[in-house]
């Protein structure tokens, strides 16, 4: 069964830095892809970015690129969120998820495994 571990969340001021991570377990061998989705309050699950087994490509969303950097660590099995540059419309719960893909996509429907999330508030 297949686990992921979010962490690294909190309350963060306006322009301020954060670094997520989140920790996989229980997965086979098999090359899988990771990916960080975030859903604001009242808002659909959106994309963030989404990082391939071998480290590229790395996908972003349109509203992140530039200020947000997703990594890899296949010995520790946890990949990490860079967020950098925050702003209080950015106060969301950040869900780390793997799919059972080689290469990554942001697309939800895409991956097949969950974490409980992490919030992420930023106060102005």
């Known amino acids: 069964q297949v686990q992921l571990v979010e962490s690294g969340g909190g309350l963060v001021q306006a322009g301020g830095s954060l670094r997520l991570s989140c920790a996989a377990s229980?997965?086979?061998?098999?090359?899988?892809?990771m990916a960080w989705f975030r859903q604001a309050p009242g808002k659909e699950r959106e994309s963030v970015a989404a990082i391939s087994w071998g480290g590229d490509p790395k996908y972003y969303a349109d509203s992140v690129k530039g200020r947000f950097t997703i990594s890899r660590d296949h010995g520790k099995n946890t990949v990490y969120l860079q967020i950098n540059s925050l702003n209080p419309e950015a106060t969301a719960v950040f869900y780390c998820a793997l799919s059972n893909r080689r290469i990554a996509t942001l697309t939800l429907s895409d991956y097949n495994y969950w974490g409980q999330g992490t919030q992420v508030t930023v106060s102005s």
């Open positions: 229980g997965r086979s061998s098999t090359a899988y892809a």
